[in-house]
């Protein structure tokens, strides 16, 4: 590297530039980072209280539940009484990666609070011998979880993290890359330069090929005649975290008409917070192996998401006969800004005890989100006071998904506008719920959620089982207890981009998630 790499100057290379630049995110390294971060962001996973989880949230058409405000807001219409609710979660991820045939299995546990509201009626009259209602709504609802651990580790001799540095760097003078002092921030800002592009060369991990002064090549990778290749075996290693929520502060307005309508209006004020961790390291135990005396490197990428929007929410249930209810929903698009902050660090070591560290700035970049428009209807029957069995459709409109500059630049999301609309579908939703009440005061649950992924040429979609039970007294506290199951999902797996016409190891990542709930309350 700049530690010299002795060849033969006559050798000439030609190698052409890669115009693909991975993002940061392992699982979906060869899609835009934005475009990945709108369909993130704009997918809805309904968490409730415990009766509607074990239901499987399918309350369009039942309401009369905090956990219903954020699937209807009609919901609060329902209610002749005043009531309180909490319900604590406990969210268990698991995930298993096959990566260069070797698998591992990694688990997190965290607690958090799924929903918290009250609904207070304060006046009912009769006119014309109808009973009319108004009743108001205070609900904080989580409605997306991205918890989630993985590790993955396997030995290659076919490719590298940093041949795909080096390819990604081509094309730009090496004076581009070159930090001159601790408060030179220039190659950070030069456009389409990746930042670990330039933390590699500024830790000594790349260097210039023969008589070329913008190509380049990684330390892990020799130069055999007029060919390119990996030195020796190479251990990789790569953790990654993700953690945070996106929760809705609703204020709602509800209220009955008669017996038979009931309206509702929904505020909802979304709060995200999304944190992503990774670390990903090569070694080898025989530097003698690698021209430039290779060790080990480790690259860490540290990233945080916030953002809070405001959207919409109209909703309404009907009774037409004795037991049958119908809802209907409509949801206005999500306004939302969002603030990226991220940071990367590189740490080289050498078989001579040479070791560099380079940390990069902070980068920050804010810009707007308009999440899809979605609409709901349900069905369910009340067989008296045994048993209710419900059915919930929503549609979500992904590829009217679309974003904007913070300041209102005009173009520069059209890239990931245009790939929104034309890669992602209109995403057809279903749930559906079961109550029996065996005795009075009791009640079992199951349910079952379908929800479609948003990239339309993907068959990978999230189902969610789940079953629960509920008690109450005549006294007004009540009690219900929920399990919600993730049913295993796999996604590709690829540590960096292919490059040069050599394909990184592709290896799979499955998901799984278990979620406890657990709600308390009051009715006065």
């Known amino acids: 590297m700049k530690k010299g790499l002795f060849i033969i100057a006559s050798v000439l290379f030609s190698i052409a530039a890669q115009a693909q630049v991975g993002n940061n995110d392992a699982l979906n390294i060869f899609q835009n980072p934005y475009v990945s971060s709108a369909t993130l962001f704009s997918q809805t996973f309904y968490e409730g209280t415990a009766r509607t989880a074990a239901m499987g949230n399918a309350f369009t058409a039942l309401g009369g539940d905090i956990g219903a405000l954020s699937l209807n807001p009609a919901s609060s219409g329902i209610y002749k009484y005043s009531e309180f609710s909490i319900s604590p979660s406990l969210n268990l991820t698991g995930g298993k990666t096959n990566y260069l045939s070797e698998i591992n299995n990694e688990f997190m546990a965290k607690p958090g609070v799924s929903s918290l509201g009250y609904v207070g009626t304060f006046n009912t009259y009769k006119r014309n011998k109808k009973n009319n209602s108004f009743n108001i709504a205070f609900a904080i609802n989580k409605v997306n979880n991205f918890n989630s651990r993985m590790y993955a580790t396997g030995t290659t001799n076919q490719s590298s993290w940093l041949g795909a540095a080096a390819s990604a760097a081509q094309g730009f003078v090496s004076t581009q890359l070159d930090i001159t002092s601790s408060s030179d921030t220039y190659p950070f800002n030069v456009n389409g330069l990746p930042w670990r592009s330039v933390l590699a060369w500024n830790t000594n991990l790349l260097d210039l090929l023969p008589d070329s002064n913008k190509d380049y090549i990684g ?66 135990t025989n530097s003698s192996l690698f021209q430039t005396d290779f060790s080990s490197f480790t690259h860490i990428y540290n990233q945080h998401t916030s953002g809070v929007g405001v959207n919409a929410k109209l909703g309404l249930i009907y009774i037409p006969v004795k037991n049958l209810r119908l809802g209907a929903t409509f949801t206005t698009p999500t306004i939302m800004t969002i603030t990226d902050e991220w940071e990367e660090k590189i740490t080289s070591n050498f078989g001579d005890g040479y070791s560099q560290t380079v940390l990069s700035p902070i980068g920050e970049f804010s810009y707007n989100l308009i999440s899809p428009v979605k609409v709901g209807a349900g069905v369910a029957y009340v067989f008296g006071t045994s048993a209710i069995l419900s059915a919930d459709f929503e549609g979500v409109a992904y590829n009217w998904t679309r974003l904007s500059s913070e300041d209102n630049i005009s173009g520069e999301f059209s890239t990931e506008n245009n790939i929104m609309s034309n890669d992602l579908r209109f995403a057809k939703n279903f749930r559906l719920g079961l109550e029996v009440k065996p005795v009075p005061g009791f009640a079992l649950r199951a349910g079952y959620a379908f929800y479609q992924n948003p990239n339309a040429a993907s068959e990978n979609h999230n189902h969610i089982i789940s079953a629960g039970a509920g008690f109450s007294n005549k006294k007004g506290f009540f009690g219900d207890f929920a399990v919600q199951h993730k049913v295993k999902a796999a996604d590709s797996l690829k540590l960096y981009a292919d490059y040069q016409g050599i394909e990184s190891p592709e290896g799979t990542f499955t998901s799984s998630g278990l979620r406890v709930l657990m709600t308390f309350g009051f009715r006065f």
Do not use: H, P
Request: hydrophobic share 30%.
């Open 219 to 284: 330390a892990t990778e020799n130069i055999n005649g007029s060919n390119i290749v990996i030195g020796g075996n190479l251990d990789q290693q790569f953790v990654r975290e993700t953690t945070g929520n996106q929760s809705e502060i609703i204020i709602n307005m509800g209220g009955s008409v008669g017996n038979k309508l009931f309206l509702g209006a929904n505020i909802g004020i979304q709060s995200l917070s999304y944190t992503d961790y990774q670390k990903y390291t090569e070694s080898t």
